[in-house]
């Protein structure tokens, strides 16, 4: 539990997850721009958070600590961990904690444009608007645990950073050509680009991502390689 705690503080001492949440604040404005431009004030927070940022979260996501793992190679930090914590337990409490930094780097920014819209009558339906904001944490969560997963099966830390972006990206295009619109990516983040529903579909590739990248860390023997 202390590793877990020290851990989430470090968390926020991570230039990465300024740099990601920064990004995300950027992507927010702009669609805030864009919002005013169209007169979009009404539901200025749906508008705002699906104009962009849904096409790099995955990117935001992995980017605070997904490639740590990676980093710690060159000092023998994950052996010394691997020794400390039992086997297999330092490998788990990081992927815990990588998850939770890719869920706060992109739930903040969002609360924070939820918090202004509130104030400047940007909500449309305030329940709804909060179920919305609620999906970046399953979202940022999730593709950063198979960002984490990923640090197991290569020796490349830019591959942990861009794989979720390409996977993602690849499934954008790939999913209505093989019928599966309702499972479309960006709607796990953003349900009102198309529709505006939230299913249980919202959680089905968020819970795989999960399941994929924990199978990874499992199999990954990370204490043997670090």
Same mark, same amino acid.
């Given at each position: 539990?202390?590793?877990?705690v020290?851990?989430? &503080?470090?968390?926020? %001492? ?8 920064? @990004?995300?604040? $950027? ?13 979009? %004030? ?5 508008f705002? /958070? ?8 995955? $990117? $935001?996501?992995?980017?605070? *600590?997904?490639?740590?793992?990676? /980093?710690? &190679? ?15 337990? *330092?490998? !788990? ?16 920014? /969002?609360?924070?444009l939820?918090? =202004? ?10 329940? *709804?608007?909060?179920? +919305? ?9 999730s ?7 990923? %640090?197991? +099966? ?7 950073? =861009?794989?979720? /972006?390409?996977?993602y990206? @690849? ?15 960006? @709607? ?10 939230? %299913? ?10 999960? =399941? $994929?990248?924990?199978?990874?860390? !499992? !199999?990954?023997?990370?204490? &043997?390689?670090?």
């Amino acid at each position: 539990m202390r590793f877990i705690v020290t851990d989430l &503080k470090r968390i926020f %001492t991570e230039p990465t997850f300024y740099i990601s949440m920064a @990004l995300n604040l $950027l992507l927010l404005a702009l669609g805030i721009a864009f919002a005013s431009v169209r007169g979009e %004030t009404d539901r200025l927070f749906l508008f705002s /958070q699906s104009f962009a940022l849904p096409f790099v979260a995955p $990117l $935001l996501a992995a980017m605070p *600590y997904s490639v740590m793992i990676m /980093q710690e &190679k060159e000092t023998r930090y994950g052996s010394l961990m691997n020794i400390k914590l039992c086997a297999g337990g *330092y490998e !788990l409490k990081r992927l815990l904690t990588c998850g939770i930094s890719g869920a706060a780097a992109l739930f903040i920014p /969002q609360l924070l444009l939820f918090i =202004v819209c509130i104030f400047t009558g940007g909500i449309s339906d305030f329940f *709804y608007d909060i179920r +919305v904001l609620l999906l970046s944490l399953a979202f940022g969560f999730s593709y950063a645990v198979i960002s984490y997963g990923l %640090t197991f +099966v290569n020796r490349h830390n830019y591959v942990p950073l =861009v794989m979720p /972006q390409v996977l993602y990206m @690849l499934c954008i295009y790939a999913f209505p050509i093989i019928k599966l619109e309702k499972f479309y990516p960006p @709607l796990d983040l953003s349900p009102t680009i198309y529709g505006g529903e939230i %299913t249980a579909e919202r959680f089905v590739i968020p819970l795989c991502l999960i =399941v $994929l990248g924990l199978a990874l860390t !499992l !199999l990954g023997k990370a204490g &043997k390689r670090l």
